[in-house]
């Protein structure tokens, strides 16, 4: 379900779930954790993640493990080792980038997204919440505005709005992606590797207080995030009641 491949420094790695919208589970975090680890220790110095098909990734798969208290957990460790592995990683937003999708892309040091991508994270819509990671850094990459509009009103980005405020630093496809890593690959690592430091030192991994904490757990152990599901197998909207 993860693709590698390599060409010279560069290293292309592709969700390879099509059939799922390269949706998100154990098994596609855990061999996307290898692949990342693969690539550094064969010496790559530029990964390329992208999405094999149309899409980029769907995020979590909400017909497995999204709801299993430790599925956030390992999706979270995986953002960290994306975030510190200790070369450039330039996000290939090929398609939607949704939820656990976005936050791949977020994680990533530079964006190139397709003319007709989008990105967004519903997680108000099945009353889960996102560790503070994830908000931070999103206010981190597109300021505090724009950020509440993602989170707390749902909206997606389009391809423009994520240019112009500087969430994607270019608009392309992955041919783009590729030529932009292979000229990257050129340029000094001890460089790149301190830019990176400094750039992910945002407090974005600050740690949460109590209180917020719980308040995301709260909700990922709710009734309202069990109404979201049934909503979901029952092909129906949800109806949320705060608790």
Known sequence: MIVSSTAGPVTTI??????KRN???YDMLRDLSQAFTDAVDAGARVIVLTGRGSVFSAGADLSGPVYDPAFPERLV????QIESTPIPVIAAVNGPALGGGLQLAMAADLRVIA???????????????LDEWTIRRLVSLVGGGPARGILIGCEPLSADRAYD?????K???????QHWAATIAGYAPLTLRHYKMVFTGDGARDEAPKDRHDAMIAAWMSDDA?????????KRPPVFQGK
């Open 14 to 19: 592709e969700l390879a779930r099509e059939a």
């Open 23 to 25: 949706a998100l589970d």
């Open 77 to 80: 460790e995986v953002i960290e």
């Open 115 to 129: 003319p007709g991508a989008v990105a967004g994270i519903p997680a108000a819509k099945i009353g889960v919440a």
């Open 165 to 169: 405020l500087g969430f994607a630093n």
């Open 171 to 177: 608009i392309g496809d992955l041919a783009d992606a």
């Open 226 to 234: 069990k109404e979201a599901r049934a909503a979901r197998d029952e």
